[in-house]
């Protein structure tokens, strides 16, 4: 699913303080054109200016993908592409933002990188995995080992040793993936 595009920069900027170094946004004092009338605008800006902005959100089926999310002009939008828009200037696009650390709500810009899709998948954590290592699944007497990569899942080998199955695979997500590789 393609991301919503953001709202303009300078509305943006007009709305919220954006701290990099804690991944933090705060509501600003907004002006006047921002709303229906001088009291509503009065009453939001005692309520809201200098507060945490946005909410946790908790996105997937499952649940299983947690990141903050804020809401501008009444559309929901993740904290990590605003954070983008307000460091870099520009939107991210069709391209995705990944959490280095997988933790989808520290929005620190030391944290945040571009990705496409297949990127951000590769830095996923392991999900349905018996073994608790990613791509490693008990196969009869030994382990297999498996990894995707362009769209297709690539048969590595069978291993005695679940170590060994895992090693197989590290390495493989290191030649394949490179920074976005994950193990875990």
Known sequence: MAAKNLPDLSFVRECLDYDPDTGVF???????????????????NMRDRG??????HDAGRYGERIYWGIRLAGHFYPAHR???????????????????NNDGLDNRITNL??????????NSRVQGSVSGIKGVQQNGSGYMARIRADG???????????EEAAEARREAAIRLHGIYARHD
């Open 152 to 162: 297709r899942s690539i048969y590595l080998g069978t291993f005695p040793t679940i």
């Open 82 to 100: 605003i954070a983008w828009l307000l460091t870099y200037g520009f939107d991210p696009g069709r391209m995705e933002i990944d959490h280095i």
């Open 113 to 122: 990188r571009l990705a496409t899709r297949s990127e951000n998948a590769a």
């Open 26 to 44: 705060l509501w600003r004092e907004r002006p006047l054109h921002h709303f229906a009338n001088k009291a509503s605008q009065h009453r939001m």
């Open 51 to 56: 507060r945490i902005a946005g909410s946790r």
